[in-house]
């Protein structure tokens, strides 16, 4: 049979092949390089972040602190702190912290804060913050630069997503994440009083704007190289491939197709490829087989064109007569009516089945199924159409069990053989044939003899059955108990 699907030539495949590997290759290499620059560089920032906070906590004090923050947290300060915000009045607070004895410590931590800034060019926030519990969500500022109000001190800002539920007691590990404040390495470093307690953290943040924007310009630029190296490789692959490969083998594809040997015709007659390829590769090897297989056919046919034409009448009349007989032969076993097996051929199956049983074989399952309602079809609406619903029966019992015999071996009565495929998954099968028959019997718009419908029933080879028979029974059995209930709703 002629193969007329749309030719999908080696070429194409070959092109395909060394796109899709350049472009993985280029790509692999360009994502894994960078990944690699991405990581250390937010392993640099990381680290400088960290470093930073733990080094400006080893210069506090970590007694002041400790009275600043239980100040802060009152609630007498809370309110006097809201009205100074309310008020933008920094006195308020600045007179308060005096009254407290804090004022000056709190001054000389805010100029730490502010002389490390300005000696820090990569540093964009130094602050002193105390965090909440692990499922807190707002944390307090404690100490911050010149450029902030004394009022922000204790001011409870909204907690960070990337930060929800951490750990407060420890460091916490640093973090890049764009925020209100845009793109910034964050990090902090625990202070604890003299008893090992814990009372804030130094917080650390990096500016990561100019990083990310260099980063987005590197990508692209190695999108680009990645395109442009792909685009020169594939050209210089393809070229390569062409004449070594695509090329020859076109040349080898079109001569064979003008090979036709008949009769009594010479090499060249008969098409014999003859091409100037005299490669030391395996493309050399197929066009010397090709070239050696075709002159062997073209002397054979040679030989045997004289023989063959005395023998053409006595074969001829050999060929018609087991024509003959397989038809007769298949026509013994077919049913006449559907053109599965019919009685005698389930009957030389099941014969065939014992002998293989007494051998050992043992997976196979009998399918029993008893057409419904077909008296009341010929009764009603004539026997043409009661050959009608059997045929519809028939063709939903061939469609689902496609891959087993089936057999009439009654009016109304067919039997299926379970194995292989069908076998494995009989039970999915069973089903799938009961609901297309409810289904078939649900349709009412349908002509009555459309209304396809049947029981069924299944058994499998038990160790103690002896033939085919017993399994049969069961089957049978199982099909009977299904008919009854169907009885309760018999065809309108």
């Known amino acids: 049979m002629k193969n007329t699907g749309r030719k999908f030539s080696l070429g194409s495949k070959i092109t395909i092949f060394v796109i899709l590997t350049i472009l993985l290759s280029v790509s692999g290499v360009c994502i894994l390089s960078f990944i690699i620059n991405v990581n250390q560089i937010d392993t640099y920032f990381k680290r400088l972040t960290i470093n930073n906070a733990r080094n400006f906590a080893s210069f506090v004090d970590p007694d002041f602190l400790k009275e600043l923050k239980e100040v802060a947290q009152s609630e007498e300060y809370q309110a006097l702190r809201d009205r100074a915000e309310e008020e933008e009045d920094e006195v308020i607070v600045q007179d308060y912290l005096k009254e407290k004895g804090l004022w000056e410590r709190y001054e000389e931590h805010r100029q730490k804060i502010t002389t490390y800034l300005n000696n820090m060019s990569d540093i964009e926030y130094l602050y002193i913050v105390v965090w909440g519990g692990k499922n807190a969500t707002h944390d307090m500022y404690l100490v911050d630069d010149y450029e902030n109000p004394v009022y922000e001190t204790g001011y409870y800002e909204l907690r960070e997503p ?108 008969a098409g014999v490829i003859d091409l ?153 099968r069973v089903k799938e044939i009961r609901e297309i028959f409810a289904k078939a019997y649900g349709n009412e718009e349908a002509e009555p003899w459309a209304r396809y419908s049947a029981s ?30 169907f009885k309760h709703a018999p065809m309108s």
């Open 162 to 269: 990337e930060f929800a539920g951490i750990d407060p007691d420890g460091e916490i590990d640093p973090v890049i994440s764009n925020g209100d404040w845009g793109w910034l390495c964050s990090g902090y470093a625990p202070v604890y009083d003299s008893d090992g307690n814990y009372i804030c953290h130094v917080g650390c943040d990096v500016q990561m704007e100019d990083v990310m924007r260099e980063r987005r310009i590197n990508l692209f630029y190695m999108i680009l190289c990645a395109v442009a190296c792909t685009v020169i490789v594939f050209i210089f692959a393809i070229l390569f491939a062409n004449r070594i490969i695509i090329r020859p083998l076109n040349e080898i594809t079109r001569a064979m197709k003008k090979f036709k040997p008949e009769g009594t015709h010479g090499y060249e007659e």
């Open 456 to 485: 069924v029933g299944m058994a499998d080879f038990a160790v103690n059955d002896k033939s085919v028979e017993f399994v049969f029974q069961r089957a049978d059995k199982q099909m009977y108990e299904e008919k009854e209930k």
């Open 276 to 428: 100037d390829i005299k490669k030391k590769d395996e493309i050399g090897e197929i066009y010397e087989e090709i070239h050696s297989m075709q002159t062997r056919i073209v002397d054979y046919i040679d030989d045997i064109t004289e023989i063959q034409h005395d023998k053409e009448l006595a074969e001829e009349d050999v060929r018609n007569k087991e024509k003959a007989i397989g038809i007769i032969s298949r026509d013994a076993y077919k049913d006449s009516l559907t053109g599965v097996g019919n009685k005698t051929a389930y009957i030389k199956k099941t014969n065939e089945i014992n002998e293989q049983i007494r051998n050992g074989f043992k997976d196979f399952a009998v399918v029993m199924i008893d057409i419904n309602g077909l008296k009341a079809v010929n009764d009603n609406y004539g026997h043409a159409n009661g050959d009608l619903y059997i045929k519809g029966c028939c063709h939903i019992i061939c469609e689902v069990f496609k891959h087993s015999p089936v057999y009439r071996i009654g009016g109304d009565e067919f039997a299926v053989i379970l194995t292989g495929e069908d076998f494995l998954i009989r039970q999915s």
